[in-house]
């Protein structure tokens, strides 16, 4: 898990035992974190808007539902 504030600082951790958190509020550590973040939604979006991606996913949807 990550959050990420920007001008803030960062959590990050594991939630699964052993679970653990860091917290960093270091400006440099803070906008790397920021950046690879932003570059993560910008893949992710580009990749999810496509709109034969969406209609796969629809119909995936609508066979778990199908009995």
């Avoid at 001008?7 to 917290?23: M, Y």
């Avoid at 993560?40 to 119909?59: C, D, G, P, V, W």
Wanted: hydrophobic share 45%; aromatic share 14%; no cysteine.
């Amino acid at each position: 898990m990550i959050y990420v504030r920007e001008d803030l600082g960062v959590l990050f951790g594991k939630t699964l035992p052993p679970s653990f958190i860091f917290a960093i509020n270091e400006n440099n550590m803070t906008t790397a974190f920021w950046d690879y973040m932003n570059l993560l939604i910008k893949r992710e979006s580009k990749y999810k808007m496509n709109r034969n991606y969406t209609i796969a996913e629809l119909e995936t949807m609508v066979a778990r539902l199908e009995p």
